[in-house]
């Protein structure tokens, strides 16, 4: 029998596993239920829950084998897939109607595991049979338990938020009471609390004693309502609710399991108010986000904020809630709360009330002062653990905004001033990136005297470190000009959409000011490090930015590093850096000549100077008749030494020993190719190589060593019939 | 009353001042660049921003009684503050005070009792708080009323009958605050940079986070910085002849090991006479009345270097290489740590400008 009922069983539930989500199809399935149900009157589940829906009051339980029967069954049924919504209707209304009296109460409630959902209906009739039946306290409780446990499943909660009064009513009941409130708990919204329930319940704490129920419940209300009560909560009580989960959990962790339905149960839920993460105290206690907390004294109701209700940001826990409330979320208590959590991080970044942020600025500017600056005993050098985090949280703040904020740039202007260049170095960096674009005449002042100062006194650390700083500064300054500037209105003012009413040529300016305050420092910080070539990268991805400038956003300024960049570059004993400055010259053509193309075409007046281009075309002349050409010495160039002083050095050929052949980052390729395309030859004479032939396939064999950048600068600077005659690099950019 | 600032040298205008009030349609202004626009650029505010300013009024004996209700100058002169500066108070109401006290005082007896729900409409049996507007304090149109705040409470094992004792008592104040700043400030906020709070440490912390937490502001150490310390010696020497100093004190300490603490007390007369030998060059070269009452910075420093080389004369101890620590006369005292002690109302609208001057140095925006 037992297996005739559970395959009957699976085949009637599998329909529903289907649909369990979606509320609204329950009513269908309900209506489609009944139907079956009539079809499958021969059921013996069906007909179990027939005799509990029909059994008469005043029934006898005991040696009641037909009461027996049925129950089993139903028990069996739940304890292995769980009660339909109908079943738990019918079940839950005959216990708690103590139609068989109290006896079955603890057993019906026991099994009552839901295999989708509770029809809120259920719930609301046997609260009201609370009130109406003798049923024993200790089944009060155990039912309300089962409420809890049950809470998340429940269809809808609009009814039961709807006796929010009738269900409150019961707090009194000293033993419902703890169930009560962590219900109410639940329930609870702007509009139940009440002077009159502040009262109640703290009427009942001056009987009871600080209670956590009530607290963890009155401080909801506090977050409603500030103006009606303020509390503390102590440490030790921030646990929250405790769930009441035990008598149901197995059997409700198997049903759910075998349903494989993910319907969250009240398992995890936990009580999400403020606490205090860190308790620990200490003297000058600024590195901490205020919490969120709902503004006490709110505006007398304007027309505008009276038609519709605010909701504290306290309140929003996910993003679909965020974006459900946007219109009408109140901003917490301190502004400074918003940067501690990310969802009210997706708030800020919709924030249009100036006073907020200004607010948002005081805050933080005090915290950044007052740890950094003004703070005698040290402040974060002692404290560095919570500057660290607190300094983290912002830079993340500020990524997520894409901006950073003015107080921490007012900030920085006035710490770099004091800055030692070691402490906290990733953050402060990493906030200084992040500083909107500085006035051309300002950045001496502001930025270049400070951190000149610190680059040339600290280690090949910072100045990587700032190196790649000032390189990321450049590219937000940049992204920001391509994002925001008209395109057809290059000359005057950027969109008015920005706050930054800067002129094109005051932008220009600024650009400039940085390229060549970097390219100072990079001149420099290369001669004081030997030319290191970690330096040398971080030095090579700035100008991978610099000559880049025009196409990638859009704005009419080239500018070529300096000799003192360009030369250790070229010079460099590893071969990455002779490529990446290949490919950095091979960019700046690529610009120049478009910025030529659209000049003539458009015939705007935007100009990059002769000088730009003659500075190009000695760079290129240099590379070609260095690299290629064996001329390095020659006069003319840059680097000139008197004949006399290279005859004496004794090296032969010392014009030939910068190619691509002799210079100190190739020589291994050419070697290695030297016995690959003559593996029989004993003596290596690498000069060999710079015939006609072996020279193009040896250029080949470079190319396909992952050498992108030469290659680039060869196709677009040297046409290869002259490489092959006298290698005359076509280099003419007027 | 005639406006003391009309002689005082002015801090030049402050941008970001100048950029906050400004309307523009953008959201991103406050966070978006402290100096990014060209146009109004000018001056920068982590770097310029405000300063001490280098002249200022001559101690003038303000006829405050006429104007101040006398119990609460009564309350804030012969007793000791401790300063604290405070960010501009988003959404303080000078009319909404009652119903601060209600709620400062349930915030207080919430936290007192961890873990006690209070109820703040109702009547409390604790702590009582009274807020009040000290009238006719701010000495301009854009300086706020004065607020003092006073906590009462009865004591343990009191009788029915004893009434409350004040335990605590604080102000918020703003006097001759800079004109520029406080203009600048959007509507909504109020400026009270200067705070003083007398009493239990604990009642002090409690009633920072209230505000804190009601009014979106934060608070800070104040000290008074040594330059601030010299201005008052020469102020207050500065008003002998009105009201007799009967000494001169300050402390000084030298960084040596173990540290050195020189007390060094000056008879008034003696002070006196260094001060207008100091003094004496302005005054003859002047008639304007004007100009003879403002004092210059370096007529400060003239005195104060004359009061060291005195000293070393004596005692072989040049104290340029030492910190002054407190300055203290019949008029008040002030400590470095930020401690105040006003004795006399008729100067009080004086020091507390300086001090405000202090304060709103430390705004961080």
Known sequence: ???TINMSDSERSSPNDQSVSSRSSNRSLRVAEKERRKNEAEDPFVLALKYFSDVEAGTPVYGNDDFERNLVLVEKVAYSRGLPP???????????????????????????????????????????????????????????????????????????????????????????????????????????????RVRKLLELQSKLGRQPFLLHLLSLYKVFCPELVTLSIPSRMRSGFRNHISPWKSALIAVQKRNGSQIASSMGLAFTTMDKTSSRKRKHCHLEFPALRPVVNKEAPTDQSSGRKMVPLVQLHSFAELLENMHRIELPAQMGSLLGS???????????????????????????????????????????????????????????????????????YKFLNVWDGSLLRPQILGLLSNIPVVPSSQIGRLLSEPLMQLFFTSSLFFKCGLMECLNSMLLKWLTWHSVYALEDDLDISLNSHTSINMTLSGFKDSVMELVRFVGRLASVGLQIEGCHSLFLSFVLDFYETVCDTFLKYGLPLVVMPPSGVFYPALLATDPISVDRLAYIMHRYKVNLTSAKAQEKQTKQAFHISRQTFHEFNHYVVVMVS??????????????????????????????????????????????????????????????????????SWYLEYLFTQGYDGLKQFAQSNISRQLTAGDGQGDTQQR | MERPQNSVVRTPPNSTAVQRRSKSKSYRQSYRSCLGA????????????????????????????????????????????????????????????????????AFIAAEKQQGVAVEVEGSQSGFRVSFSVVQGLAATDDDAETVLIQIFSRPVFAKQDEPQKSVWSGWLTCINGNPEYLQSLPKGFTSLPLFGGSGAEVLTSLVKSWFQQTFDCCFGPLEINHTSLQWLAALWTNCHTESNLQHLKMIWTLPVVPPLQITYTINPQDAWELWMSVRKDRLEKTEDEEEAGSIDIEEVMRFVQGLKSHFYRHFRLDLSAGNLNQVSTALGSAKFSGKIKISNSRYMITTLTLLTECALLKMPV
Not at chain 1, 136 to 155: A, G
Not at chain 1, 159 to 185: D, K, M
Not at chain 1, 640 to 656: H, I
């Open chain 1, 1 to 3: 029998m037992a297996a």
């Open chain 1, 86 to 196: 109908e079943a738990i209707s019918i079940m839950l209304e005959f216990a708690m109607s103590l139609r068989m009296g109290s006896a079955p109460c603890v057993r019906v409630l026991k099994c009552l595991i839901p295999a989708t959902v509770v029809p809120q209906e259920a719930v609301v009739r046997a609260v009201v049979w609370l009130g109406v039946g003798k049923i024993p306290i200790s089944t009060q409780v155990l039912f309300i338990k089962w409420v809890l446990t049950i809470f998340d499943m429940i269809d809808t909660k609009d009814q039961l938020r709807a006796i929010y009064g009738f269900i409150f009513s019961y707090v009194t009941e000293e033993n419902l009471c703890p169930y009560i409130c962590h219900l109410l708990y639940l329930l609870t919204r702007k509009e139940s609390v009440r002077v009159f």
């Open chain 1, 342 to 412: 990310s969802l009210a991080l997706q708030y800020l970044d919709c924030v249009q009330d100036e006073s907020a942020l200004l607010r948002l600025n005081f805050w933080l500017g005090y915290t950044l002062h007052e740890e950094f600056l003004f703070c005698g005993d040290g402040g974060a050098t002692q404290n560095s653990e919570e500057a660290l985090q607190f300094l983290n949280k912002l830079l993340s703040a500020h990524h997520f905004l894409q901006e950073g904020f003015s107080s921490s740039e007012a900030f920085l």
């Open chain 1, 626 to 695: 260095c690299l290629w050409n064996s001329k390095m010495f020659q006069p003319g160039l840059d680097v000139q030494l008197g004949e006399e002083l290279l005859l004496k050095s004794n090296v032969p050929q010392f014009w030939t020993s910068f190619d691509l052949i002799h210079h100190p980052a190739f020589m291994s390729y050419a070697v290695d190719f030297h016995q690959k395309c003559w593996p029989g030859k004993k003596d290596m004479d690498l000069s060999s190589i710079k015939h006609s032939k072996p020279w």
């Open chain 2, 38 to 105: 060209a146009s109004r650029l000018g001056l920068t505010p982590g770097l310029t921003a405000r300063r001490l300013n280098s002249s200022r009024r001559a101690l003038k004996s303000h006829i405050i009684t006429e104007k101040v209700n006398p119990d609460h100058l009564a309350l804030l002169v012969k007793r000791e503050w401790r300063l604290s500066y405070i960010t501009p108070l988003h959404q303080f109401r000078h009319t909404q005070l009652k119903r601060y006290s209600r709620q400062l005082s």
